[in-house]
């Protein structure tokens, strides 16, 4: 299957400072997506980006598929930026579509 | 619109004991996942499906079974637990350009 792999794994920052975490992916993919999960556990959504650039206020995402990497940028960071970032590609197998997470980013940001 | 629903939230189970956590979802999504994580890893799939009568298996299947006899529900079936199923479960419902997650099952085997 395809492998996906995050980094860095822990990455600790100063309120106010910019980051960039990245996502390398081992074949082909359908889609790309960003998600946060925040310290309470919660899932949530941020970008999906199968290929290109998109922003939402501070964060925005880059999708290289022809290199097989996508970057998500934080600017300005917040101490409710924290938790953990997850990369997942969705990739075609057997007539339907897995979605696979990599180990993700545990992100602190201190105040 | 109250997205997906996962239940219970959290359960303690003995070895050996079987249980089935419940996904429902009100979103009329045809794609639905099952996932596990553990303590400071990324999320495992376990089992998806692209539609009711239509499942198949993920990274980590072993352990669990499920059945999608319905768009709304997805259930996941743990029929022997053991200590290896510890984990976090949650259930997603997903659409190219959305994911819907539940709150996620809590599981502990003693």
């Known amino acids: 299957g395809i492998q996906v792999e995050q980094s860095p794994p822990d990455l600790i920052l100063q309120e106010g400072a910019n980051s960039t975490l990245r996502c390398n992916f081992s074949?082909?993919?359908?889609?790309l997506q960003w998600f946060h999960q925040n310290p309470w556990g919660q899932l949530i959504n941020l970008f999906y980006?199968?290929?290109g650039t998109k922003q939402n206020g501070r964060l925005s995402a880059t999708t290289v598929a022809t290199e097989r990497y996508s970057l998500l940028y934080i600017s300005s960071s917040q101490t409710t930026d924290s938790g953990v970032y997850f990369c997942?590609?969705?990739?075609?197998?057997?007539?339907?579509?897995?979605?696979?997470f990599g180990k993700g980013t545990k992100l602190t940001v201190n105040p | 619109n109250a997205g997906v629903t996962q239940t219970p939230k959290f359960r303690i189970l003995k070895i050996g004991q079987s249980m089935t956590l419940q996904c429902t979802q009100d979103?009329?999504?045809?794609?639905m996942y099952w996932y596990r994580q553990d303590p400071g890893m990324g999320l495992k799939l376990i089992y998806y499906?692209?539609?009711?009568?239509?499942?198949d298996k993920g990274e980590v299947p072993n352990g669990y079974n499920v059945s999608r006899s319905t768009t709304e529900d997805f259930p996941l079936r743990l029929e022997l637990a053991a200590p290896s199923q510890t984990s976090v479960y949650f259930c997603?419902?997903?659409?190219?350009?959305?994911?819907?997650f539940g709150q996620g099952t809590r599981l502990t085997v003693v």
């Open positions: 980006i199968p290929s």
């Open positions: 979103m009329n999504h045809n794609y």
């Open positions: 997603a419902s997903i659409l190219p350009g959305e994911a819907f």
């Open positions: 499906s692209v539609g009711a009568g239509i499942t």
């Open positions: 997942a590609v969705a990739y075609p197998e057997g007539g339907s579509e897995k979605l696979v």
């Open positions: 074949d082909s993919v359908n889609n």
